[in-house]
């Protein structure tokens, strides 16, 4: 069974934008989105994909992701409860881990938070300078309550 272990943290911006690399345009959406059970649709890039995730107990959820042709993302992106969330995707190694920073965009503007993804809960890693508040317990941060509850509207 595929699961995620993730930890949440918003982003000091001044900091970020020092070493800010490249990053991969986002939209994505939700057909089921519910505290059991999220079906997730995203297109990264020119890649679609097809997710679909259980309940969160600590940072710990089971997750299944595959990857499904484009025009059918787009067309599923129009079954999804409004508005889409937006945001750019950012990727970088910071001590042999991956870290993933979404700065958002559409309602969810001014937005900045960073993904580190770990193999057990009590995984130890360094947070980055730019890395500030652990939000990984606040359900106000996850994608798919920012879609009812933007960003903009706190």
Known sequence: MGQEIERKFLVDEALWRE?????????????????????????????????????????????????????????????????????????????????????FSGDNEGLIMAELELDSEDQPYQKPAWAGQEVTDDARYYNANLVSNPFSRW
């Open 19 to 103: 070493v800010q690399p490249e990053g991969t345009e986002y939209r994505q959406g939700y057909i089921v989105n519910t505290k059991a059970k999220i079906v997730r649709v995203r297109i990264a890039g020119d890649q679609g994909y097809l997710t679909i995730k259980g309940a969160t107990q600590g940072a710990t959820r089971p997750e299944f992701e595959y990857k499904i042709p484009l025009d059918d993302a787009r067309r599923l992106l129009t079954l999804c409860e409004g508005p889409l969330i937006e945001k750019t995707r950012y990727k970088l190694e910071v001590d042999g881990l991956l870290w993933e920073v979404d700065e």
